[in-house]
């Protein structure tokens, strides 16, 4: 019993810093480049084409596709910014918000502490540049420092034959493990702490691959809570962007478990190819499937928004 309270007493804590630093990195570099995003989304929205890979850059640059989001139901819901520019958007910030996945399957989490204290002495500093710069990599240490903590209950689980075995007999539930992803990622609003979790559990076989990639699919489910919510206020056109993200990984999700062996083969050729091993597996299956989702969704996305026009018509929304 002390050993089960442990495991979850390190998940929860571990959990905590991980969406800590996380938050800290994506607001810091958000504050930093507000004026930046703001520019780069007036000005690289006119096509789906430029739209889709500001929403790649951007992300990528802040860290958070909840922002890139949130920030693009307020433009589209004041007229500032066309639906079908913002749909597109949304297909590249789904890909930007995979780097941190990549981020945190590098082997760097036994580096936690001294990244850490490299940012708290950085923001400690004078210079404002500095001081940014030390705040996101305070906000990275945090984030391994959390990993490094849920590694600790993973060893713990690992070693424990009855918890391991436990674990082992339910975690070939892949739907099981589908709605797991999804709660856990809608109840943390981040996704970074249920892939961290899941490249844990996966590179210290405690989970199947199959399983550790119907956790990520929930995952990408999970994550469009935070759209949902900041569009409860806006208007039609807002609640058309947060419909749009919803749908588009629902429907992602929903073609990639149907077809989930093939799915699991392409992604283990890809890592293969890429002369990575077989700790990448779980990042690449986040980046992979939002690469093919925006590659299914992109030559469509005419017939999409459209689509979203018709669920939500502008009759029905502005009673």
């Not at 920030?71 to 007229?79: A, P």
């Not at 079908?84 to 399957?105: D, L």
């Not at 689980?157 to 918890?163: A, E, G, I, V, W």
């Not at 989970?207 to 995952?219: E, I, K, M």
Request: aromatic letters at 8%; glycine letters at 8%; one cysteine or more.
């Amino acid at each position: 019993m002390r050993e089960v309270i442990t495991i979850i007493m390190n998940f929860i804590t571990g959990s905590l810093l991980i969406i800590t630093g996380v938050s800290t990195m994506g607001g810091t570099l958000e504050r930093a480049n507000s004026k930046l995003l703001n520019k780069t989304i007036s000005l690289f929205s006119k096509n789906r084409w430029t739209a889709f890979f500001t929403g790649i850059f951007l992300t990528g640059l802040v860290q958070s596709s909840t922002a890139v989001t949130i920030l693009t139901v307020s433009l589209v819901d004041s007229g500032i910014m066309k639906l079908e520019a913002a749909v597109s958007i949304v297909y590249g910030a789904n890909i930007g918000t995979t780097f941190n996945a990549q981020f945190m399957s590098l082997h760097i989490s036994q580096y936690a502490w001294y990244i850490l204290i490299a940012g708290c002495i950085l923001s400690f500093g004078t210079v404002a540049r500095l001081k940014t710069a030390g705040t996101v990599i305070a906000g990275a240490g945090l984030m391994f420092s959390g990993l490094d903590l849920m590694s600790k209950s993973v060893m713990i689980l690992k070693d424990n034959s009855f918890l391991a075995q436990w674990m082992q007999d339910h975690s070939e539930n892949i739907f099981l493990c589908l709605v797991t992803g999804l709660v856990f990622t809608m109840l943390a609003q981040s996704s970074s702490a249920t892939v961290g979790m899941t490249i844990l559990l996966f590179n210290n076989g405690l989970l199947p691959f199959a399983s550790a990639v119907a956790l990520t699919l929930g995952d990408n489910i999970g994550s469009c809570i935070i759209a949902q919510i900041a569009s409860i206020k806006s208007g039609t056109a807002g609640k058309r962007v947060a419909l749009a993200h919803t749908l588009y990984n629902v429907l992602g999700v929903a073609v990639a478990f149907l077809l989930l062996p093939q799915f699991c083969g392409a992604v283990l050729v890809a890592t293969r190819h890429l002369g990575q091993d077989s700790s990448h597996l779980v990042a690449n299956t986040h980046t992979i499937f939002n690469l093919l989702s925006a590659m299914l969704f992109l030559p469509i996305s005419k017939y999409y928004v459209q689509l979203l026009r018709f669920i939500l018509p502008d009759k029905i929304i502005e009673r």
